[in-house]
């Protein structure tokens, strides 16, 4: 049986009436889907900016730009680079900038952030002891606020608003064909049966995904490595390599617990403690690896972030700059941890033909 042309699937909605909806002054409605992915690169890239920067200021012998009289900051070019990012986020509404600015903002907010030894100290004194500790707690508290942000449930309202912006990213020549299936798969699942939301439902079923553009080299980059990914994960070395990367790590948490640390301190008793339940978690995750590789990247990414979030923040009160390589290295780790989730979860939605998270 033929299939009803779209103005004919359309126009059975065109007779019910609209129900006006009261106007709303409340600001946080309409969360973007992408919310996980952009806060996370945003965070990223703004603790990169940070690492970055003092690394190149210690390998270049902390070169100042400017004169006897004036200092021209890196909080300055920070604080550029963010009021950038926010000119461009009010001016342009295309999707495909958002993660640009997650990028650009990020960077700049990591090397504003930087200079707080600065803001803080009488004597504008970069190398204020406690400033590395107190940028740790900033990245702390940015990490479970995006959190929050990303692991809420999606409403109904994101649900059309994203559809809405489906569609105006079709006709930005933006619209990707697994973009377009998880509006139409969340639409139908939250939107309802309200005239106006069969009407979105409708149209954007229309609508074909954009043709896909050339990959630039970034982009082609990053599809070799998922490509590469998803074609081991299929071979007999997958999981005995990711056991013994992760034994390791866990092994290394646990010495760093619990060797030179004098345990009569708080601090120090929390530190080592931390150092078990990643340990605690990771086995779990080797446990689990084999018969499901979704559950025990999960604990993977648990351990990950506590090796982050507890343990890093004790080695930086005691270490300060010293425990930066341990950082660099945990972020490295939670990135290719995160990567191999997304691919994951990607999986198993094509599998389930339910829509990936957030």
Not at 241 to 260: E, K
């Amino acid at each position: 049986m033929a299939s009803p042309s779209p103005s004919a699937r359309t126009g059975a909605t065109h007779g019910a009436q609209f129900r006006p909806r009261k106007q709303s002054q409340t600001w946080f409605r309409g969360r973007n889907y992408d919310t996980g992915r952009l806060l996370e690169t945003f965070f990223v890239c703004a603790a990169t900016g940070v690492v970055a920067n003092r690394v190149f200021l210690i390998l270049t012998g902390y070169p100042q730009l400017g004169n006897q009289t004036l200092h021209i900051s890196h909080a300055i070019w920070g604080a550029l680079a963010m009021m950038v990012s926010l000119t461009f986020a009010l001016t342009f509404l295309s999707p495909a900038l958002r993660g640009f600015l997650a990028v650009f903002g990020g960077l700049g907010f990591g090397w504003f952030v930087d200079e707080l030894g600065k803001f803080i100290s009488r004597d504008t004194d970069y190398f204020f002891q406690p400033a590395l500790a107190l940028i740790y707690l900033v990245f702390l508290a940015m990490f479970f606020w995006f959190r929050h942000l990303a692991s809420r449930r999606f409403t109904p309202d994101d649900a059309v608003v994203n559809a809405l912006e489906s569609l105006q990213a079709a006709h930005l020549g933006a619209l990707t064909d697994e973009r377009r299936a998880v509006a139409i798969a969340r639409l139908t699942e939250l939107g309802g049966h309200d005239p106006f939301v069969t009407r979105v439902r409708e149209l954007l079923a229309d609508t074909p995904a954009s043709p896909p553009l050339p990959r630039n080299a970034v982009a082609r980059w990053l599809r070799r490595g998922s490509s590469a990914y998803e074609a081991w994960t299929d071979r007999p070395t997958f999981v005995p390599v990711v056991t013994t990367v992760f034994v390791a790590i866990g092994l290394g948490l646990v010495v760093t617990g619990f060797v030179g640390h004098d345990l009569r301190h708080f601090s120090s008793r929390l530190a080592t403690a931390a150092g078990g339940v990643a340990a605690l978690a990771i086995v779990i995750g080797v446990v689990v690896l084999p018969r499901n590789r979704l559950a025990a990247f999960h604990w993977f990414d648990r351990a990950v972030l506590v090796w982050i979030l507890v343990v890093q923040v004790y080695l930086f009160d005691r270490q300060q700059f010293a425990a930066t390589g341990g950082l660099v290295v945990a972020l490295a780790v939670w990135a290719l941890v995160r990567s191999a989730l997304a691919i994951e979860e990607r999986r198993t939605s094509l599998r389930t033909g339910a829509p990936p998270r957030a």
